[in-house]
């Protein structure tokens, strides 16, 4: 049972499902994991084998992407992050786990932020986003929707032609 304050913080809209609120950050969803490769030809050919959907590869910065649907499970293939000239990499590996975010200047205050916030745009509509380090030499890409995607996007989805 619920004492008021309790009952009230559970409602917040700030409070996650367990009633817990989290000083206004609110994490949404998972985005994607994203992966450097060296070679974006082999990596797609792989994941194609085990069954995977490739979509959206284009050029990306001075490097490719592509999204790689596993079930629910996207992992963004990259031939270089685009915060790869302030952040050491290495040549292939985990980079990054990507996570939409209500409030992105809510959700960087109080981190070290290492690339960002910038507007990006490509398929997936327009997003701002930046990365911070977290424990583990792991770093989090936080990602506000600005805009969805366009209808180019979503006929990409259904396979028709350009």
């Keep these: 049972m619920f ?17 817990v609120d989290h000083d206004g950050r609110m994490i949404t969803a998972l985005g994607n994991l994203a992966v450097k490769v060296t070679d974006l030809d082999s990596a797609i050919a792989f994941y194609e084998r085990t069954g995977a959907v490739v979509r959206h590869r284009l050029r990306w910065g001075t490097g490719e992407r592509a999204d790689v649907h596993l ?3 996207q992992i963004t293939l990259f031939t270089k992050a685009i915060y790869e000239d302030t952040v050491d990499v ?17 959700e960087l205050d109080g981190h070290d932020v290492l690339w960002g916030p910038a507007v990006v745009e490509g398929p997936f509509g327009r997003r701002r986003i930046a990365f911070v380090a977290a424990p583990g030499g792991v770093r989090l890409e936080f990602m506000e929707q600005l805009a969805p995607p366009g209808p180019e996007a979503e006929d990409a989805e259904r396979g028709a032609p350009d």
């Design 90 to 106: 290495a040549p292939e590996g985990f980079l990054h786990a990507a996570l939409f975010t209500d409030n992105l200047d809510r």
């Design 71 to 73: 079930g629910p499970l």
């Design 3 to 19: 004492t008021e304050g309790e009952r009230g913080r559970a409602r917040s809209p700030v409070a996650d499902a367990t009633g």
